[in-house]
C-alpha cells in the first residue's frame, strides 16, 4: 500500500509540475494596461488591430508573451480616471492610451507618475503637458503626436482650393474631446482666407441630431467635423447629411471620406498605433520613456470621394488630385 500511495504522489506531482511552471511563466509576463474611450469591439477596430499587429511583429503576444488588460470608459469620460487608477492598482508595467484625446490622456497622467504611458497620438504633448520637449519628454509620458491642431489649417485651404466659393464653414466639435489647438489653427486659417466659422457642440446623438436640423436651414457653404474617438460613429449620418443637401466637407479621419464625405486630409492613424507598439517593445526592454523622443507622423493621407464630388455637382482640379493618397470613383 505504501508503495501505491507513493506512485500516486509521484506521479500527481509529475503532473502538476508543468501546470505549476507554467503559471509561473504566465505571472512572469509583462502586463500592458490598455486605456480607451471608446468601446471595444470584436474584430477589433482598425487602430487597435494595427496595434496588435505592431506587438507581434516584435515578438509580443498577448496572452503568450504579454498579458493585455483592457479599460474602456464606453464613451464615458468621467469613468477614466477610476479606470487608470484600476491599471496602476493593477501594477501594470505599461499604460498604452489609445487615442480619445486630452480627458484619457489626463486621466493616465494623473494616475501615475512612475508607471510608463505610451500615447497613440496626441496634439500637442508639450502643450498639454504631458512632456518638456519632443526630444526629450522627460517623465513617464511618450509615444505618438498626431499634431491635429497644425492640420486644421490645411484642411481649410484644400477646402477653399477645392470649392473657392466657401466663406461660412461650419465647424462641428466636442468640447470634451477636441483639442484647442486645433480649433485656434482652424480659426487663424479662417482669418487668412475670409471664411467665418460657426462652432457647432456635438457631444452626443441628441447634439447631432439638432445640430443638422440647424444646418438644413442655414445651408453653410462647406462643413467640417473635428477628429475624435467618438465623432467616427456619426461619420455616415453626417457624410449622407452633407451630400444630400450640397454642402462641401473636409474631415480629419478618412473614414469620413469613405462613407461619402467630400474630402479628407489626416495622419495615418492606424499607423501611429502601429508606432506605439515599438514603444512597449523598447520600453520592455529597459528603455526608459524620460529617453525615448516624441515621434511626428510623417504619413498623411489626402482622400477625395469623387463620387461625392460628382453629386454636389463639383469638379475636383487636377492639382489636388494629384496629390490625392486614395481617390473614391
Given at each position: 500500500m505504501r508503495l501505491i500511495g507513493l506512485a500516486v504522489i509521484l506521479t500527481l506531482g509529475l503532473l502538476l509540475a508543468p501546470l505549476a511552471v507554467e503559471a509561473q511563466q504566465r505571472a512572469k509576463i509583462p502586463q500592458l494596461g490598455y486605456l480607451v474611450l471608446s468601446p471595444l469591439t470584436e474584430p477589433p477596430?482598425?487602430?487597435?488591430?494595427?496595434?496588435?499587429?505592431?506587438?507581434?511583429?516584435?515578438?509580443?503576444?498577448?496572452?503568450?508573451?504579454?498579458?493585455?488588460?483592457?479599460?474602456s470608459a464606453k464613451w464615458n469620460v468621467e469613468l477614466l480616471d477610476d479606470l487608470a487608477e484600476e491599471l496602476v492598482r493593477m501594477k501594470v508595467d505599461i499604460i498604452v492610451v489609445a487615442g480619445g484625446g486630452a480627458p484619457l490622456r489626463g486621466a493616465a497622467k494623473q494616475a501615475t507618475s512612475t508607471i510608463p504611458i505610451v500615447m497613440t497620438g496626441s496634439a500637442d504633448p508639450v502643450a498639454e503637458r504631458l512632456v518638456a520637449s519632443l526630444a526629450r519628454p522627460g517623465g513617464n509620458v511618450t509615444g505618438m503626436s498626431l499634431m491635429t491642431h497644425e492640420l486644421g489649417s490645411k484642411r481649410l485651404e484644400l477646402l477653399k482650393e477645392?470649392?473657392?466659393?466657401?466663406?461660412?464653414?461650419?465647424?462641428?466639435?466636442?468640447?470634451?474631446?477636441?483639442?484647442?489647438?486645433?480649433?485656434?489653427?482652424?480659426?487663424?486659417?479662417?482669418?487668412?482666407?475670409?471664411?467665418?466659422?460657426?462652432?457647432?457642440?456635438?457631444?452626443?446623438?441628441?447634439?447631432?441630431?439638432?445640430?443638422?436640423?440647424?444646418?438644413?436651414?442655414?445651408?453653410?457653404?462647406g462643413l467640417t467635423m473635428f477628429f475624435d474617438a467618438k465623432s467616427t460613429g456619426y461619420r455616415a449620418i453626417v457624410g449622407d447629411f452633407a451630400k444630400k443637401h450640397k454642402i462641401p466637407t473636409i474631415f480629419g479621419a478618412k473614414e469620413f471620406a469613405q462613407a461619402g464625405g467630400l474630402m479628407s486630409y489626416a495622419p495615418d492613424i492606424a499607423e501611429s498605433f502601429r508606432r506605439a507598439a515599438t514603444y512597449v517593445d523598447k520600453i520592455l526592454k529597459g528603455a526608459k520613456p524620460a529617453d525615448l523622443p516624441v515621434e511626428q507622423p510623417t504619413k498623411f493621407e489626402l482622400v477625395i470621394n469623387l463620387k461625392t464630388a460628382k453629386a454636389l455637382g463639383l469638379t475636383i482640379p487636377q492639382s489636388v488630385l494629384l496629390r490625392a493618397d486614395e481617390v473614391i470613383e
Open positions: 477596430s482598425p487602430e487597435r488591430a494595427a496595434f496588435l499587429a505592431g506587438l507581434r511583429e516584435l515578438g509580443w503576444i498577448d496572452g503568450k508573451t504579454i498579458a493585455i488588460e483592457y479599460r477645392v470649392v473657392p466659393r466657401v466663406a461660412r464653414l461650419a465647424v462641428l466639435w466636442n468640447p470634451a474631446t477636441s483639442d484647442d489647438l486645433e480649433l485656434r489653427a482652424t480659426r487663424a486659417a479662417a482669418r487668412t482666407l475670409g471664411v467665418t466659422l460657426k462652432l457647432m457642440e456635438v457631444k452626443n446623438a441628441d447634439d447631432l441630431a439638432r445640430v443638422l436640423a440647424v444646418l438644413e436651414k442655414e445651408r453653410p457653404d
